[in-house]
């Protein structure tokens, strides 16, 4: 993310960070009376059951003030009837990839994927060693990235295969075959993630997912969260007090009250609520807010989340708030641990 401004021109400039139905819109905006510079990185990840799809595009647009949200709206629009009319093209993808007898396996949402990316069949061939392949290619529109997971080694020509498929899926490509006639997005049809949570006395514990899917993918999903869920949240729960009891803790532990204390006659909406955008547990940030403090893990495409609650004015001033990064390191430990072997 940048911020183009021209010389001798003045203005004042602001971030505006958006997530509109799973997709990220980020930019950085110099306004002056007329008009808006907008430079601005803008794209998705969706999530399928076989693989992982992201793009991402960075661009410069002069828009006229107040013309900037119909933009965003525009770009969000734009995705998302590519993201639906490419349907047919994933489809095949999975087809020819079994065709092939590459031995891909259903996505599973705690495995940690490898950040090291593959642009040449040698590169494919070495990254299926640890049983994910990290695909790239940068088109002229932007940069699109495919994870896919695996359970045995591939050679030069199976790797060089899934290049050439892969490159039917470069999103200029899929882009190409969408237009305004196809069919629409229809509401609900695409969905900005998922969150379910477990709540205790002292802390709510959440798992979120921040890739968009498909409605019709929703139970899929929906089953794997939900048995990580109830896999880590008893053991996190008694962790967390032998935590307390050892004053390990970055907060004052009798200041913590419910989520149903905190929320009363609402409780029932708020801690049944799954859209990631309206979740109290906040996966895009901030960690600390009005409503309450966060402590957060990454686990593959899942973000593990414990929300802590105060009557009142949280003391950042308690001698404990030192211990915030020792107490994460905690969490990610624990949760890395019940989560295997597929973390």
């Known amino acids: 993310m940048f911020l183009h401004k021209p010389n001798k021109i003045r203005g004042s400039h602001f971030l505006l960070l958006k997530r509109v139905a799973g997709i990220f819109l980020c930019s950085a905006i110099l306004m002056y009376p007329k ?3 907008v430079s601005s990185n803008a794209g998705f990840t969706i999530l399928e059951p076989y693989f992982q799809y992201s793009f991402y595009e960075s661009n410069r647009k002069i828009l006229r003030a107040g013309d900037e949200g119909a933009y965003w709206k525009n770009k969000n629009n734009r995705f998302n009837r590519v993201l639906k ?8 993808f999975v087809s020819a990839v079994n065709k ?4 891909m396996v259903p996505f599973r949402l705690t495995k940690e994927m490898d950040k090291n990316t593959a642009r040449t069949a040698a590169e ?3 990254q299926s060693l640890s049983k994910s392949v990290h695909l790239i ?3 002229h529109l932007g940069t699109t990235e495919l994870w896919i997971q ?6 030069l020509k199976e790797s060089e295969t899934l290049l050439e498929l892969f490159n039917d899926l470069q999103f200029e490509k899929l882009e190409e075959n969408t237009s305004d006639d196809n ?5 609900g049809e695409l969905l900005k993630g998922l969150v379910f949570a477990e709540h205790f006395e002292q802390f709510s514990l959440g798992v979120s997912l921040t890739s968009t899917i498909r409605a019709k993918n929703l139970n899929r999903f929906k089953k794997e969260m ?15 007090k032998d935590q307390v009891s050892k004053n390990l803790f970055w907060g004052e532990p009798a200041d913590l009250i419910s989520l149903k204390q905190k929320t009363g006659s609402r409780f029932d909406a708020v801690a049944n609520e799954t859209d990631p955008v309206r979740s109290v547990f906040n996966p895009y940030g901030p960690l600390f807010d009005d409503f309450g403090r966060r402590s957060s893990t990454q686990a593959g495409s899942l973000q593990i989340s414990m929300l802590f609650l105060t009557q009142g004015a949280w003391n950042d001033k308690s001698p404990l708030a030192g211990q915030r990064g020792q107490f994460e390191h905690w969490l990610h430990l624990i949760s890395k641990r019940l989560i295997d072997p597929v973390y």
């Open 124 to 126: 494919v061939a070495q």
């Open 137 to 139: 290619a940068d088109g």
């Open 100 to 103: 092939a007898r590459i031995s």
């Open 150 to 155: 695996i359970d045995a080694t591939l050679g």
């Open 85 to 92: 009319n490419a349907e047919p093209q994933f489809e095949k």
């Open 183 to 187: 069919v629409p997005v229809n509401e």
């Open 226 to 240: 939900q048995g990580v869920l109830k896999k880590i949240a008893p053991e996190i729960n008694d962790g967390f």
């Open 35 to 37: 008009e808006a510079w």
